[in-house]
């Protein structure tokens, strides 16, 4: 079974841009892994902010973006701000079942 | 609007058996997929299965499957997590999602502790 990485943290400066990415360990990420990330912060449920590899839901903030690069799934966080402190975890499909990354602590400093 | 609400908080022991709901208002329930995810204490998050209740069409994750059953009951638009023999290891929150079928929103979970 594959499994999905992400980095275990990231740090940003506020207004500073921040990239996660999401990669397979059975090979390239594509369109067809239909990527999506999630934000959750403490004691909260997490929420969608992105879905099919760039599409945003509609509580998205524009600061965040989601693309392909480099054979990854790729979450862009430009102009970080201190509320944007979270757990980022992403999730791809594989052929009709889904599996999460470990998620990427990002910690706005 | 799309909501998912949750059965409240659960404490069973082990060996007890048990089912949480999810109820969904705002949308079709019997058009879209409903999911759940585990997220164990400091942990990170487990697709466990999605169920199309128009069709009863239930998928498992293969580290689920044969341990829990993902049901529906379209009659009140509500989907339900159950376990027939709890364990310790099954303690966490447990999250359902409304989807096409990949997570579009999110219930508020459910946490269950397991414990003797």
């Known amino acids: 079974q594959a499994a999905v990485t992400q980095e275990p943290s990231l740090t940003v400066s506020p207004g500073g841009t921040v990239t996660f990415t999401c990669g397979s360990s059975?090979?390239?990420?594509?369109?067809?892994?239909?990527p999506y990330w999630f934000q959750q912060k403490p004691g909260q449920a997490p929420r969608t902010l992105i879905w099919?590899?760039?599409n945003k839901q509609s509580w998205t903030p524009a600061r965040f973006s989601g693309s392909l690069l480099g054979g990854k799934a790729v979450l862009t966080l430009s102009g970080a701000l201190p509320e944007d402190e979270a757990d980022y975890f992403c999730?791809?499909?594989?052929?009709?079942?889904?599996?999460f990354g470990g998620g990427t602590k990002l910690t706005v400093l | 609007e799309v909501q998912l609400v949750q059965s409240g908080a659960e404490v069973k022991k082990p060996g007890e058996s048990l089912k949480i709901s999810c109820k969904g208002s705002?949308?079709?329930?019997?058009?879209?997929?409903i999911g759940w995810v585990r997220q164990m204490p400091g942990r990170g998050l487990e697709w466990m299965g999605i169920?199309?209740?128009?069709?009863?069409?239930?998928r498992y994750s293969p580290s689920f499957q044969g341990q829990v059953t993902i049901s529906a009951d379209t009659s009140i638009d509500t989907a339900y997590l159950q376990w027939t023999t709890l364990m310790a290891s099954d303690s966490g929150i447990y999250y359902c999602?409304?989807?096409?079928?990949?997570?579009?929103?999110w219930g508020q979970g459910t946490l269950v502790t397991v414990s003797p």
């Open positions: 999602t409304f989807g096409s079928p990949r997570p579009l929103a």
């Open positions: 705002g949308f079709s329930f019997t058009s879209y997929w």
């Open positions: 169920i199309y209740p128009g069709a009863s069409d239930t």
């Open positions: 059975s090979g390239g990420v594509t369109t067809g892994h239909f």
């Open positions: 099919d590899t760039t």
């Open positions: 999730l791809l499909s594989f052929g009709g079942t889904y599996m």
